[in-house]
């Protein structure tokens, strides 16, 4: 069995007030999640007030983005081994904005997930495809080829240590998601490309989905077959929403 995973990624949100707050908010409600392991993904700054507040609850913590390099002079860059010194459990890669407005290519993406393999991070592997690709039939032409970039790059089995997560960015922050019908063609075309590779890597790798899931839609994407969870951005930024959404799991 799979346990679901629901992560809260915050992007370049908060600030210590808020965030202070978020994290009261979440340790108080934790009690009615009962089987979701839940996460957040803070901006690097909030990272150690982060560590601070969640240091023995259930709540893992984590980067949105991590350097391909270790240490050195890469002005601006944090790195794997950083985040792991503060207790980081998961780090975000290839998030669509990142590609978007970073340029991160696939190759980029595959250096920074067994970067953070490296640190002991758990990579959080981002995929999906735009408005227009999916307009054109290519969803899983994209799709396909982010995914092969990793397993090429890394091996099968190491990306076996992370987790994906679908995020169609059509449905990113846009309040469209995608129907559930829609989101669990593409995890089951992701675990059938994975299966290619390795069935037991196929049938353990979380899948999750992302793009405007909230506490309204959670739970119907979540009863599909495979997906096992959600990345959560716009919904991750209140507490009663972010735990409406974790608690959507419950079994
Ligand atoms: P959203 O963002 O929930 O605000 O659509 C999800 C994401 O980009 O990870």
Same mark, same amino acid.
């Given at each position: 069995m799979r346990q679901p995973l629901v992560a809260g990624n915050w992007k370049m949100n908060g600030s210590r007030a808020s965030v202070a707050e978020l994290l009261n908010g979440l340790k108080a409600g934790m009690a009615r999640v009962k089987t979701a392991e839940v996460a957040v993904c803070a901006p690097a700054v909030f990272i150690p007030a982060v560590q601070a507040e969640l240091a023995g609850t259930p709540i893992k913590w984590g980067g949105q983005d /991590?350097? $391909?390099? =270790?240490?050195?002079?890469?002005?601006?860059?944090?790195?794997?081994?950083?985040? @792991? #010194?503060? =207790? %980081? !459990?998961?780090?975000?890669?290839? !998030?669509?904005?990142?590609? =978007?407005?970073?340029?991160?290519?696939? +190759?980029?993406?595959a250096n920074k997930f067994s970067a953070a393999r490296a640190a002991g991070l758990v990579p959080i592997l981002c995929v999906g495809e735009t408005l227009d690709?999916?307009? &054109?039939? *290519?969803?899983? +032409?994209? *799709?396909?080829?982010?995914? #092969?970039? /990793?397993? @090429?790059? %890394?091996?099968? #089995?190491v990306v076996g240590e992370g987790v994906i997560a679908y995020e169609p960015v059509w449905a990113i922050g846009t309040g469209?998601?995608?129907?559930?019908?829609?989101?669990? +063609?593409? !995890?089951?075309f992701i675990r059938a490309r994975l299966a290619a590779a390795s069935r037991s890597v196929? #049938?353990? $790798?979380? /899948?999750?989905?992302?793009?405007?899931?909230?506490?309204?839609?959670? &739970?119907?994407?979540?009863?599909q077959d495979d997906i096992d969870g959600g990345l959560i951005g716009g919904a991750s930024l209140k507490a009663t929403d972010f735990l409406a959404v974790c608690s959507a799991a419950n079994r």
């Open positions: /991590v350097s $391909v390099h =270790a240490s050195g002079a890469y002005t601006g860059e944090i790195s794997g081994p950083m985040l @792991a #010194d503060f =207790a %980081c !459990h998961y780090v975000i890669i290839g !998030h669509s904005e990142r590609r =978007a407005y970073h340029a991160e290519s696939d +190759e980029l993406v690709e999916r307009e &054109a039939g *290519v969803t899983e +032409e994209v *799709v396909g080829r982010q995914l #092969d970039a /990793v397993v @090429a790059h %890394c091996g099968i #089995d469209k998601t995608a129907t559930p019908e829609q989101a669990q +063609e593409v !995890h089951a196929a #049938d353990t $790798v979380r /899948v999750l989905y992302g793009g405007s899931m909230n506490p309204n839609n959670a &739970a119907e994407l979540m009863l």
